[in-house]
């Protein structure tokens, strides 16, 4: 799977942009706020139909305009694909592929397989549980549309439970009425408990070597998952629950609470960890994540860098660019040094300035 070519009208500070990648490694370089995470964005969005940061369909819409397109020309099975987006300020985004939209964005999820690591990804263990849950979230969408599917309804059946414990405050004859989303939240709540415990089951299967083999044998990684509730218990969890729930009207049972622990050993380094630990722990998570990936599509996923290097010192930066092997890469940087010193090959560079791309070989 290697992504061919990229091209942007009207999406962020590009004007207009027509890239074409190497199936090896390619390098965007150029000083902070010039328009290169824009790019790992649009790709990332046309995987996802999300950003990786969060925004908005409007806020990825050049300034002053009222629509972006994003165009991404992918091979897959040696099978060339073309994935579109339209997004629109007011109005849902619009989605092709192979010039067919389609009817919910989900279809798109597995058609684009795309690992980011960006140094908001070092700070998954030492930031909250929002991050952690984001961290499955991600993943399992593109690798499982039926997670997927089950995930959207679960926030929306959330959404209508919470909506509804705020009008019993003014109606408490309502009240009768909830049991309708209690039961739904259990149905699509206990399908996300039990992927993602296999997930992390997976998980664990290849990140335990990864970080023995980063650490030189000194530490050993498990991640435990934690869900909020467990399966048998949900429905009797609610329920005790429902005072609390009227009260601060929102709900406070359910996976939407889960976490995600790291240990080493016995010690939970989300808590007594250094910063370094946190970190290392993180880098092995994603280098995970790739072989999780290569394992379960039996294709290699694609890999977006942005901008990593530089929060990473100089053994970490060794073992990540000697994980690459034959992934398509695609890395933002300030400079070029971090490549130059570690005689690391790379196939194409882009220098970025100003959102205007030069390809320099």
Sequence with gaps: MIVKSLELKDYRNYNNLSMLFSSGTNILYGENAQGKTNILEAIYLCGTTKS????????????????????????????????????????????????????????????????????EDLYIIKNGPAERRRFLDLELCQLDKIYLNQLTNYNKVLAQRNNLL????????????????????????????????????????????????????????????????????????????????????????????????????????????????????????????????????????ILLLDDVLSELDRNRQTHLLNSIGNLQTIITCTGLEEFINHQFHYTKIFHVENGTVIGEN
């Design 52 to 119: 990786h940061r969060g925004s908005k369909d409007k806020d990825m819409i050049r300034f002053s305009e009222e629509e972006s397109h994003v165009r991404v020309i992918l091979e897959k099975n040696q099978i060339p694909h073309r994935i579109d987006l339209h997004l629109k300020k007011n109005k849902a985004k619009g989605v092709a592929i192979d010039g067919i939209p389609i009817k919910r964005q989900g279809e798109l999820f597995g058609m684009l397989n795309l690992v980011f690591f960006s140094p």
């Design 166 to 301: 705020k009008q019993i405050s003014l109606n408490r004859n309502l009240l009768d009425t909830l049991y309708v989303w209690d039961e739904k939240l259990i149905e699509y709540g206990c399908k996300i408990i039990q992927t993602r415990q296999e997930f992390i089951l997976h998980l664990n299967e290849i990140v335990g070597k990864i970080h023995k083999n980063l650490t030189g044998g000194k530490e050993e990684l498990i991640l435990q998952y934690e869900p909020n509730v467990k399966l048998n218990e949900f429905m009797i969890k609610l329920k005790k629950s429902l005072d609390k729930d009227l009260y601060l009207k929102t709900t406070h049972v359910g996976p939407h609470r889960d976490d995600l622990c790291f240990l080493l050993g016995t010690i939970d380094i989300r808590k007594f960890g250094s910063q370094g630990q946190q970190r290392t722990a993180a880098l092995s998570c994603k280098l995970a994540e790739i072989e999780l990936v290569k394992s379960i599509i039996k294709e290699s996923p």
